[in-house]
């Protein structure tokens, strides 16, 4: 089955830049999302389409895409970032989806 | 504003059928792909399958031989049934509308908005 692998924790100081990276074979043709999960919340999404910010999620989020990898910038961190994100994607079919292993945002 | 609420049994014993229904309100089930998604206590996401109103329905592989899913367009309901369910199971469930847009080549599909979640433990 397909998976998208991401890194399973990032730490960063507040104001600093944190990236995390996702990687799946089918991601040159597929499009990515990034989703932020706080404890006991659902997830919400804060990109979509690799690179577009839904109306209401902060600047400081930005996404990326190049090759078999996506990146999910957040800029100037702040203590509210820290959480858990996920990135999701479909597989080369384009109709079965698949969410990344998940990245926990440590805010120092 | 979009919102979804999941709703039903929170344990279910081995082997039984685990049943869940989504209420929507703000939205009509008319359009987008209504979606099943679960989360084991401290793990992943994994997606489930949708179901669209044209009766256009698509699950995960590894578990198509245990789900089905409907839609009741009269209550703005969307249901999950997962039958013979073990311990594995155990997980929160969430259910989201799926975005879906096709641009000439490409075709992009999310989830946006997720209902709250409801825990449900398979437990004898």
């Known amino acids: 089955s397909y998976e998208l692998t991401q890194p399973p924790s990032v730490s960063v100081s507040p104001g600093q830049t944190a990236r995390i990276i996702c990687s799946g074979d089918a991601l040159p043709k597929q499009y990515a999302y990034w989703y932020q999960q706080k404890p006991g919340q659902a997830p919400v999404v804060v990109i979509y389409?690799?690179?577009e910010r839904p109306s209401g999620i902060p600047e400081r989020f930005s996404g990326s895409s190049s090759g078999t990898t996506v990146t999910l910038t957040i800029s100037g961190v702040q203590a509210e970032d820290e959480a858990d994100y996920f990135c999701q994607s479909a597989d080369s079919s384009g109709y079965l989806y698949v969410f990344g292993t998940g990245t926990k945002v440590t805010v120092l | 504003q979009v919102q979804l609420q999941e709703s039903g049994p929170r344990l279910v014993k081995p082997s039984e059928t685990l049943s869940l229904t989504c209420t929507v309100s703000?939205?009509?089930?008319?359009?987008?792909?209504w979606t099943w998604i679960r989360q084991p206590a401290g793990k992943g996401l994994e997606w489930i399958g949708h179901i669209y109103i044209s009766g256009n329905i698509n699950y995960d592989p590894s578990l198509k031989s245990r789900v089905s899913m409907s839609v009741d367009t009269s209550k703005n309901q969307f249901s999950l049934n997962l039958t013979s369910v073990t311990a594995a199971d155990t997980a929160v469930y969430y259910c989201a509308r799926g975005l879906d847009i096709v641009t000439g080549y490409y075709r992009a599909h999310w989830f946006d908005p997720w209902g709250q979640g409801t825990l449900v433990t398979v437990s004898s």
């Open positions: 703000g939205d009509s089930l008319n359009d987008n792909y």
């Open positions: 389409k690799d690179t």
